[in-house]
């Protein structure tokens, strides 16, 4: 999680060969908020480039892995692509098989009510004001993308299972190429599209290959593509996966290769003749409020921004050197990379980000900063792959330990945490800013979920379903597995963690900058007053801390205190 760095050679914002000072001071050497008084003067867009810069970087970006020489394309008939969580171009395997094995392609989107319901257990929007606005976002920049490579995006609001189908017997469809998916959810759709699309019965069509005339019917090819490291690739079964995070990460460093990311033809067309393409939603269409950002930061959806926003980080910015050092942060844009979002959507591949990084210690540095990045990213892999071992029980109140555990569901302690309202400034300051933005920092995550859990008592789901609704970077791997670990009752040697409001405060926030941003009425107090304004000037703590005395905790209980600095699961590319 960085802070602001030097910007860099004018010669060439996104190669640039200039070698930097590796003696150049890090920027947070006074303190992880030294630049938190003009982070938290106005309202901070993410990516911070703008319009034209933003897409002349995404150009340039998509150029470099456009294929000089596209192989001869020898498919035949009709395909579509069906997009999920996939919602680019560069580095995406199901849009190159999928455009490989046909003469014409039919890139669809399916706008699933499933989405825009209500969580499993306790009934909050599925997918909040923010997130839609995002994926609205995400959606008009892939069309645009696509059209500049001769296709278009098919938008369709319905279940995938009734509209695929559909389309294939209207357009004579061979194969309906996806994105593999993990939970259940995801799966069962999968399913119930496979099943219809089995319903379909072609007519035989001039140029179809022998082996689809032999079944006359249209095909599921689910392709994996959501990983750093592929799925094939791993030395052991997702069944046999390590449940200790490092035997993980130490097994496929030593023993996996990264795929390079895949490049696409400058043209992706001809596509089928669609008399109506739809359009890209707007928040009535999927009966929410639209909500956007207007304090904290503001994250522009699709993979322009993403491309964009790595640009920022690594080369013009150049944050990445120092990332280790400020990715505990909490106010402003720069502490962290910011990456996850895009990650969530698919707007961004994690293969990129990993030869990115390469590039960047081939061009400029290596050092632990560098390396750091990609370890966030392996343990973004490793939730993903744990969801296909722990299966639904990622879900359970139990978790994958099957932990049997007295949850209360206060409703009163429930809300106080959910609104920011617990009179502790910390956890209050924290869940404003996810309300607010759809964002909080992981080491934020990580504090809020030790209280709701280990101070009050609540059941973690409640929760993890809320953040489902909040968060910008949702993805149902990471969300719960982050909770599941939080909470104990995942795969953690240390179930008994314990993060200490006082100490976080203090480490983390030290001059109350966080804490006077998102709770203003805090901002005239001294700042060793902030992170303890007592009842006068603030409101009466909802529940008293389990571990009050920092400093006692541990021994007191004989359990585990979390280490400054020391870095505790989740989905840490943010």
Known sequence: MIQKFTTISKLNPLISPTKFNPKTPLPFSSGMCSNAVRAAQTIHPVPGLGSDETERVAHQTLTRYTSDAAPPRKGKG????????????????????????????????????RLFGATCDFGFPKTGAMRS????????????????????????????????????????????????????????????????????????????????????????????????????????????????????????????????????????????????????????????????????????????AALSRVHEYFWKKDLVRSYKVTRNGMLGPDYSTKFSPWLASGSLSPRFIYEEVKRYEKLRVSNDSTYWVLFELIWRDYFRFLSIKAGNSLFHVGGPRRVQANWSQDQALFDAWQNGQTGYPLIDANMKELSATGFMSNRGRQIVC?????????????????????????????????????????????????????????????????????????????????????????????????????????????????????????????
């Open 78 to 113: 009709v395909a579509i692509i069906w997009y999920r969580n996939d919602l680019r171009i560069l580095d995406n395997e199901v849009l190159h098989k999928a455009w490989a094995s046909s003469q014409a392609l039919l890139p669809v989107y399916c706008v699933d009510p």
């Open 133 to 304: 606005q995002f994926l609205i976002e995400c959606l008009a920049d892939l069309k645009q993308n696509l059209m500049k490579r001769g296709l278009n995006l098919l938008i369709q609001q319905g279940k995938p299972e009734q509209i695929l189908p559909s389309l294939a017997k209207a357009y004579g469809v061979h194969t309906v190429y996806a994105q593999k998916e993990t939970c259940s959810e995801e799966v069962n759709v999968e399913r119930l599209v496979s099943k219809n699309l089995k319903k379909v019965v072609l007519p035989l069509a001039e140029g179809v290959s022998a082996k689809h005339k032999s079944t006359n019917v249209t095909s599921l090819d689910l392709i994996w593509g959501c990983t750093m490291y592929h799925i094939d690739d791993l030395p052991f079964s997702c069944t046999s996966l390590p449940d200790v995070y490092t035997q993980f990460r130490k097994s496929v460093e030593s023993k996996s290769t990264i795929r390079s990311c895949i490049k696409v033809p400058a043209s992706l067309g001809p596509m089928p003749d669609v008399k109506e393409w739809g359009c890209i939603p707007d928040a009535s269409m999927l009966g929410i409020q639209p909500e956007k950002a207007t304090k904290g930061m503001s994250f522009t959806g699709g993979e322009s």
């Open 450 to 574: 030790s209280f709701l859990v280990r101070d009050m008592g609540v059941d973690w789901r409640m929760g993890a379903e809320w953040f489902e609704s909040c968060l910008l970077d949702y993805d149902p791997c990471s969300n719960y597995g982050n909770w599941t670990y939080g909470a104990g009752v995942g795969n953690d040697p240390r179930e008994d963690r314990y993060f200490s409001i006082p100490k976080q405060a203090q480490s983390y926030d030290p001059d109350g900058e966080f804490v006077a941003y998102w709770l203003p009425e805090l901002k005239p107090l001294p700042k060793e007053m902030r992170h303890n304004p007592g009842m006068v000037m603030y409101m009466k703590p909802i529940v008293a801390l389990k571990f009050g005395n920092t400093k006692a905790s541990a021994a007191r209980r004989g359990g585990v205190e979390e280490k400054k600095g020391k870095s505790y699961g989740g989905n840490r590319m943010q």
